[in-house]
């Protein structure tokens, strides 16, 4: 079983789909992969998943989403993701926090927790 199905995300799914599958106004992460499964860019939208990964759908094959109720779930769950995989990760900054808030990276060990 993949590791993201085990962690419950729903997909994978082909990125040409993404308005078929990804529903609108929610908050969540979103991994996208390469032609071989494997992550290669990992975020979040704190309003708007779909808005989000409308502009990836050129660049990526498929994608696994991941809904959050706050904001707060979503960001800690994109710092666990992170430190996870960044060896993989076509993006190797650290995920920020929603502008206006003070809130520290959950990984121990990491410079901004």
């Known amino acids: 079983m993949?590791?993201?199905?085990?962690a419950g995300f729903a997909g994978p799914y082909k990125l040409a789909q993404y308005e078929?599958?990804?529903?609108?106004?929610e908050i969540g992460l979103y991994v996208f992969l390469d032609l071989f499964g494997e992550p290669k860019y990992i975020a979040r939208s704190d309003s708007d998943?779909?808005?989000r990964v409308r502009g990836w759908t050129q660049t990526y094959d498929s994608f696994w989403v991941e809904y959050h109720t706050a904001?707060?779930?979503?960001?800690?769950?994109?710092?666990?993701l992170y430190h996870r995989y960044r060896a993989?990760?076509?993006l190797k900054t650290h995920p920020a926090p929603p502008p206006g808030v003070d809130w520290r990276c959950p990984t121990k060990g990491c410079e901004l927790s």
């Open 2 to 6: 993949n590791p993201f199905q085990q």
């Open 20 to 25: 078929q599958t990804v529903r609108r106004g």
């Open 49 to 51: 998943l779909a808005s």
């Open 88 to 90: 993989k990760l076509d």
């Open 71 to 80: 904001p707060r779930t979503a960001y800690m769950r994109e710092c666990e």
